[in-house]
């Protein structure tokens, strides 16, 4: 079963296909375009997750990607494939808190783009996201994981300025609820345009994401 606020951005996507999703830059994805890739990715995602034996709902899958279009379809992919995302600090972070990061997280997979890739390029499970896109073997559908709502939605890890980083995790019932709360409240509106200005390692990014997309509205990702 899929969650409920990822299953709605999926179902805009046959309902406004054309209906703009997101943008950067001079880059944008209709609903339906970011539909597609979404379920691309996941399937791709899902096929070396039987490959390695990665356990869905648990092993988290390391994102260490710059803000953009595909950063956000590629967190919103890992959930969809049944894993949890890991949102690994960049250049700006001390190599003593990557590394603790990585220890304690353990990501079976890394999906990284051109700024992320050669700050874990010693990471033997790193992909680059166009490696991960490339056609190959698919999952099928029965292949999907069930979703439980205490399956492990997202890992993130405090700033660790008091001692080591503290990996905390957010299951898929909390993050429900949170959404439901969110896209329910009538003084909130339905945003036409949003801007995601926080980072993916501030967990505020995923109400940016789910609150804008799963009500039909318009991610705008700003470059920090």
Same mark, same amino acid.
């Given at each position: ?10 179902? $805009?996507? =046959?309902?406004?296909? @054309? ?7 001079? *880059? +944008?994805?209709?609903? #339906? %375009?970011?539909?597609? $890739?979404? =379920?691309?990715?996941? @399937? ?7 490959? *390695? +034996?990665?356990?869905? #709902? %648990? ?8 803000? @953009? ?12 494939? #049944? ?142």
């Amino acid at each position: 079963m899929r969650p409920g606020p990822l299953e709605r951005i999926l179902a $805009l996507g =046959q309902q406004s296909p @054309s209906h703009p999703a997101v943008s950067h830059g001079d *880059r +944008r994805l209709s609903y #339906g %375009e970011l539909g597609e $890739l979404i =379920q691309r990715l996941a @399937s791709s995602i899902r096929s070396h997750g039987i490959e *390695r +034996r990665a356990v869905a #709902g %648990e092993q988290a899958v390391g994102v260490a990607m710059a803000p @953009s279009i595909d950063q956000v379809a590629t967190v919103l992919a890992i959930q969809l494939a #049944g894993y949890p995302y890991l949102p690994l600090p960049l250049d700006e972070a001390p190599v003593r808190r990557r590394e603790a990061i990585l220890d304690d997280g353990e990501p079976w997979l890394i999906i990284a783009d051109e700024i992320g890739g050669p700050v874990y390029a010693g990471s033997p499970v790193i992909f680059s996201l166009e490696a991960l896109s490339t056609p190959g073997s698919s999952a099928t559908a029965a292949d999907e994981h069930e979703l439980d709502a205490d399956d492990l939605a997202y890992l993130i890890y405090t700033s660790g300025s008091t001692g080591t980083p503290k990996g905390v995790d957010m299951r898929w019932g909390a993050l429900s609820n949170l959404v439901a709360w969110q896209t329910g409240d009538e003084r909130l509106g339905s945003p036409a345009r949003t801007a995601m200005l926080t980072p993916l390692t501030f967990d505020v990014s995923l109400q940016e994401i789910y609150g804008t997309l799963a009500t039909g509205g318009t991610l705008v990702v700003l470059d920090p």
